[in-house]
């Protein structure tokens, strides 16, 4: 029983590290680890959710690669792909070049 149990352990860490990229812990406590495991599986299903209403791009590498390359952008994520619309040129405005 104990071997099983130990081996369920060894099983979620590996899928900790594969799937939510955690290579190392930040913190050495309990509360530490936990804490770490709780945002990257936050931060995994949020992304997942958002890939999930959005048709574009059917590969979840390359949405999260997207959604990490413009995260601090306001964009709804239909538009990250598209560049951003060009501004409207008002005739009586100056053009700096």
Known sequence: DLYKRRWA?????????????????LGNSENAVRIQIAVALIAFLLLRMAQATQKTIQSPLAF????????????RIDRLIGGDPQPRIDPNQMVLL
């Open 9 to 25: 352990i060894e099983l979620f860490f590996r899928w900790v590290k594969q799937t939510l990229k955690i290579r190392h812990f």
């Open 64 to 75: 999260a690669r997207l959604v990490r390359a413009n995260l601090m952008h306001r964009k």
